[in-house]
């Protein structure tokens, strides 16, 4: 097999990669199951985006939801409510939340990241849960089982109490705490906190029991996630392939367990978890409960109306009149940022899923990372990390391009030897062989790189396509999301024009059907890149123009060998 083969080869296995993406861009779509929420509150007819009660998709009949660990019977939320309260949502602010927490239930049903915006360009921060006619996504939590106020055995929900209705991190405080305060009919007081802290995302969530009664008190602790079936609303459409939309369980025994919609209609889970976690992702963000790692939590979900319910019971807390307790789990509600979930739980980090290349892709984002951290520009760290797999592979493509600047030199033999043996296929092949070794030419040398640089190309594309960090990130002039295809298509043609200079370095093929294919590769290559992002394109340009110095040096110097010369 010649060289030209080869390469023609790796160009239409990118050409049947990048369809296989495209054909998944196209026909994996989840299914989209738009709710419709049609309750109203209190002050009339909703819009699009005003608040809707968390229950509102729910049922209020009693339907099955979590079971406790010591019945395994019923213990569902108490769904009903008409409750007409003013002042019913609390804001929480802090330098990277903006909350609205409901007073019914005590829930944050509203949580948009100040870090991120809404889209490219939009001054809007991204709204990650909510609660309206087109979405629902929310974080629950309660007490249920016997006495929990959130359980079947109350006849309504809850209705906190706060000091305030507004809540904001102060300038040089760390920690922000809500605390929303309920009692009992029987007496027993529980205070529900909200523990906030600078410059992070995970939000404890800790109820303080006082039972003041004359008996004891019991209830179990759940933390749920709640989400429609609706599809991912920072889902990239350019980048060709889809990130996960699904829940995640981990647990000792099975670390990342992944279960998409129709798995979560199709079976229940209930099992016991010690030191697990369970997470609901979308692209490059997250929303996790994360159980006391001493505790032994039974993971559930279950169907509520058409919505999703995921989470976890723990086993009854009892406290005894006159006595106090606390109990609580931690949450995560924000970006995926390898580190931060990594200090959070075992395995969360595996949530930025690198693909099938992660110990590729993981390398090179650490150290496009320590780049960016020396830079301060995410193109400008692609470029240097391209210099740097260059150097890498630097002997490896210079005797790629010695032996193709061979065959260059030796084509006028090819020639003729075609003339000669042009009409007898296996003499034509024992004569090329034996001139590529008498020159000592490997005729697979020529492919090498291109065979070493797919792997990097592959994993790359997935740091970009996985990496938070680079969503909406500007390079210069008209490439301000790098995480995107180029508006303009400038970079593509760049990168095609670049890829045509190196080809016509190599060896032209004998054969005229190969070399007209060969021809229309850079062609074929820039349609395909116009809608990569613009951070691969950077690559893959910047990797070409270093190539064709490295080629064209060593072309001239084995050219001015062959013709007996000193370079």
């Known amino acids: 097999m010649d060289i030209q083969r080869i390469v023609l080869f790796a160009g239409l296995a990118i050409v049947s990669y990048l369809m296989v993406l495209a054909w998944n861009e196209d026909y994996h779509q989840p299914q989209t199951e738009q709710v419709v929420q049609t309750e109203s509150i209190s002050n009339g007819t909703q819009s699009a985006d005003s608040m809707v009660l968390p229950e509102s998709g729910s049922s209020s009949n009693g339907e099955e939801e979590f079971s406790t660990p010591e019945t395994g019977g019923v213990a569902a939320v108490n769904t009903t409510t008409d409750e007409n309260i003013g002042n019913r949502y609390i804001s929480v602010k802090t330098d990277v939340y903006n909350l609205k927490v409901d007073r019914i239930g005590g829930n944050i049903v509203e949580s948009s990241l100040l870090e991120f915006d809404e889209s490219l360009n939009s001054e809007q921060p991204l709204k990650l849960l909510s609660n309206t006619n087109n979405r629902t996504y929310f974080l629950e939590s309660g007490l249920i089982g016997r006495d929990g106020p959130d359980g079947r055995s109350a006849a309504k929900p809850p209705v906190f109490e706060a000091s305030a209705n507004e809540f904001v991190l102060a300038e040089g405080s760390d920690e922000l705490n809500l605390d929303l305060a309920f009692t009992t009919e029987a007496g027993v007081k529980i205070t529900k906190r909200y523990q906030f802290q600078r410059d992070s995302y995970e939000i404890g969530v800790r109820y303080l029991i006082d039972n003041q ?19 991912d609303p920072t889902a990239q ?32 889970i209930n099992q016991s978890v010690t030191n697990g976690w369970l997470a609901f992702l979308q692209h490059y963000f997250i929303t996790a409960w994360v ?3 001493e505790t032994s939590a039974q993971f559930q979900t279950t169907q509520r109306g058409q919505l999703h319910v995921m989470g976890f019971v723990y086993p009854a807390t009892t406290v005894a009149a006159g006595e106090t307790t606390e109990v ?22 595996r949530t930025v899923d690198f693909g099938w290349l992660f110990f590729i892709s993981l390398p090179l984002f650490i150290i496009l990372e320590w780049f ?25 493509s210079a005797t790629s391009y010695r032996s193709m600047a061979k065959m260059r030199a030796v084509a006028p033999q ?3 030897l075609k003339e000669l043996y042009g009409d007898d296929r296996q003499r034509m092949s024992q004569e090329m062989m034996a001139l590529y070794k008498r020159e000592k030419i490997n005729p697979l040398g020529g492919c090498l790189p291109i065979l070493v640089q797919m792997p990097v190309f592959i994993s790359l594309y997935w740091v970009l396509f996985e990496s938070v960090q680079l969503r909406h990130a500007p390079f210069m002039l008209w490439i301000q999301d790098l995480s995107q295809m180029d508006p303009y298509f400038i970079l593509p043609i760049l990168m095609g024009a670049s890829m045509f200079i190196q080809m016509s370095l190599n060896p032209t093929p004998p ?10 590769m850079p062609l074929i290559f820039t349609v395909f890149f116009l809608w990569f992002p613009a951070g691969l394109v950077l690559y893959w340009l910047v990797n070409n123009i270093l190539s064709i110095s490295q080629q064209w040096y060593i072309t001239r110097k084995i050219e001015a060998e062959v013709a007996g010369k000193k370079y």
């Open 372 to 396: 960016y951290g020396l830079v301060g520009n995410w193109g400008v760290a692609i470029i240097l990390l391209t210099v740097l797999v260059k150097a890498v592979f630097f002997h490896l």
């Open 511 to 520: 054969d005229p059907m190969q070399a007209k294919i060969m021809k229309l």
């Open 237 to 268: 459409a350019s980048m060709g392939i889809k990130a996960y939309l699904g829940m995640v369980m981990s647990t000792p025994e099975d670390p990342y367990e992944k279960y998409d919609f129709d798995d979560l209609k199709e079976s229940r």
């Open 328 to 349: 609580g789990a931690t949450a995560y509600v924000g970006p995926k940022i390898i580190d931060r979930l990594e200090a959070l739980a075992p395995n969360l980090d």
């Open 213 to 231: 009664s004359d008996s004891p008190w019991q209830g179990n602790f759940t933390g749920k996630i709640v989400r429609d079936q609706a599809p």
């Open 414 to 416: 090819l020639t003729r």
């Open 291 to 293: 159980p006391d790692s």
